[in-house]
C-alpha cells in the first residue's frame, strides 16, 4: 500500500489530541483483551511503521513484526531500532514459521487491506498457540463513513468490518471476546480531554458495537 503521507507526518500525528485521544483507547482496548505476560511471543502481521509491534514489546512480549512492504520494514527498523523487535518480510497468506510459533499473532487494521482475509486467518491460527487478535476498523461508525467520504485512496481501497462479519469470518468454533472504542468525533483540541476520556471508556462498557476500532480476541 502507498502511503499517501510520509511517516513522519503520521508519527506527528499521534502527538497531536486527535492521534493521542486515538492511541491512548487503542491501546487500552489491546492490553485488556490481550493480556501479554512478560516473555510471551508476539506475532504482528502487516506491522507498518512498527507502532504497535513497539506497544507489545513495551508490554513485555518478545515482539516479531511482519510486513511485505520493504519501505515499511526500513521505517520500522529506524524508528524501533533501540527495542528488541524482529522485523521481518513475509507474506500473510504464508508465514515463514512452522506451526504453534506464538503466544500471540495479531493484525491491527491489517484484515480491511487483504484480498483473502479467510486464507490469513487460517495462516495465523496455524502460527499461534490458538490467541488472535484482530483491531478492526468499524464500517458501522460515525469514523468509517468519515474516511470513506475524504476520497483518499488508502480509505477507498479498504474493505471496512463491522462485527457480525469478523464473527462470521472467525466461525462458531472460536470463543471470542470483544471491545468497541472510539465512538466519539475526534476532535483536535486539549478542551475535556480527559472527560471525554472517561466517556469514551464509560461507553466501551456498554458493549455497543459502534465505536470505529474493534478489539477481538479470538481463541481456539
Not at 512498527?50 to 518478545?62: I, K, R, T
Request: charge should be positive.
Amino acid at each position: 500500500m502507498t502511503l499517501e503521507i510520509s511517516p513522519e507526518e503520521l508519527e506527528a500525528w499521534y502527538d497531536t489530541p486527535k492521534g493521542r485521544f486515538t492511541d491512548i483507547l487503542e491501546k487500552e482496548t489491546i492490553s485488556e483483551l490481550c493480556k501479554i505476560h512478560r516473555g510471551d511471543k508476539v506475532l504482528e502481521i502487516g506491522c507498518g511503521s512498527g507502532h504497535f509491534s513497539a506497544y507489545f514489546e513495551q508490554l513485555g512480549a518478545q515482539v516479531t513484526g511482519l510486513d511485505t512492504s520493504p519501505d515499511m520494514l526500513r521505517i520500522a527498523k529506524e524508528r524501533h531500532g533501540d527495542q528488541k523487535i524482529d522485523f521481518e518480510a513475509g507474506d500473510a497468506y504464508r508465514l515463514p514459521f512452522p506451526d504453534h510459533s506464538f503466544d500471540l499473532v495479531a493484525m491491527i487494521t491489517t484484515l480491511e487491506f487483504i484480498a483473502s482475509p479467510r486464507k490469513a486467518l487460517e495462516e495465523a491460527f496455524r502460527v499461534s498457540r490458538g490467541r488472535v487478535f484482530l483491531g478492526i476498523l468499524n464500517r458501522n461508525s460515525f469514523l468509517a463513513r468519515k474516511r470513506k467520504r475524504s476520497g483518499k485512496k488508502v480509505w477507498q481501497e479498504a474493505h471496512f468490518y463491522n462485527l457480525k462479519e469478523i464473527l462470521e469470518l472467525l466461525g462458531k468454533s472460536k470463543k471470542v471476546k470483544w471491545k468497541s472504542v472510539l465512538f466519539l468525533p475526534l476532535l483536535n483540541s486539549e478542551i475535556m480531554f480527559n472527560v471525554r476520556l472517561s466517556f469514551e471508556r464509560f461507553l466501551s462498557k456498554l458493549n455497543l458495537p459502534f465505536g470505529a476500532f474493534i478489539g477481538v480476541l479470538a481463541e481456539s
